[in-house]
């Protein structure tokens, strides 16, 4: 195959491979996904063919930034007339100056076009439906009247899974003694965690901390609006001592973890993740779902801004623990929903996942 034959089918591949690319850097970057798998194999893939095109290209390129290119001119005049013995002519091609003048118009438009948008950009009705949310779920006086009216019957505030094989977890036994200043000042999200499987006691303690039950009544550990405690807290284990892998429910009275299914989904995760690599790297990966209706009997449309503020004095909780006990935590937000509901079998409406809070040695 010759330089030119390379060039033309580096730049074919080069084609899907620098879409892909940017369009999963668009989605890394308006996501804040770390190791996103997809992304990082496909970089890989265009430098190679980037270096393999340059590489076929490279007299092109040199000529076309020394200011000219080669050809001959009028062949078949030359051919006639001057014979093959004639020098090849020069020509001067298409001027740096032309280049960088096109590219600076290019950014100039770019900015001009941010400047210039419309203030209310990202709240237009049906554009944040965040914001929508937040606005809508803001009561005024007459609608706190109104909440005398409740939204249907409070649910049970524990979820069991009847059947179930059970694992009763040790007692919590906190770690080394680690002040809450140094464990506040040492936290930080990790993703790379040690070649080393999770202990049934650190488990027990990161549990504990993070929905276990620690007061008279059921209280708990993290605060929770009126006392009705939406989160359910899924444990995903690959790599835990004296743990099958599988899916468990964690169960706060008996501090107990209940089978719901059986399996490694490590990779499961992956994909529900957007692609993350180190959710299947963590022996443990925690998943905070919501029953809403627990909160919504009572708050109506309050209650989701209630479940996400829970759900993050949990997450917190966890870190929290994780650096009490030398290990490291990170939470994610960033996932699939319908994929990993389905993965803890959940429907989505009337309980859903939140978070993702992986797991690990450091």
Known sequence: MGRREIGLVSSTLLLPATAFLAVTALISDALDLNEFVFHKYTGYAATLLVLVHVCAH???LVAFWTGRTRHRAGTETATSQAGPETAPSW????????????????????????????????????????????????PGFADALGALVGWGVQPARTKDYPGAARIVLPPVAAPPELSVAGAIERRRSLRDYADRPLATAELSWLLGAATGITGPGGLRAAPSAGAQYPIETYVVASRVEGIEP???????????????????????????????????QAPVVLVLAAIFQRLRWRYRERAYRYALLEAGHIGQNVYLAAEAA?????????????ALNRLLDLDGAEEAALMLVPVGPR
Do not use: K, N
């Open 58 to 60: 490279w007299p092109s």
């Open 91 to 138: 020509r001067h091609g298409v001027s740096r100056r032309a280049v960088l003048a096109a590219a600076g118009f290019g950014a100039t438009g770019f900015a001009a076009g941010w400047l210039v948008r419309p203030s209310d950009v990202g709240r237009l009705p049906g554009e944040d439906f965040g914001a929508l949310y937040h606005r809508a779920s803001s």
């Open 246 to 280: 599988g899916i468990y429910h964690y169960a706060p009275a008996d501090h107990a973890l209940e089978r719901v299914r059986s399996g490694t989904f490590g990779g499961d995760l992956v994909i529900a993740g957007l692609g993350q690599e180190f959710l299947a």
């Open 326 to 338: 030398g290990l490291g935590a990170c939470a994610v937000g960033a996932f699939f929903d319908d």
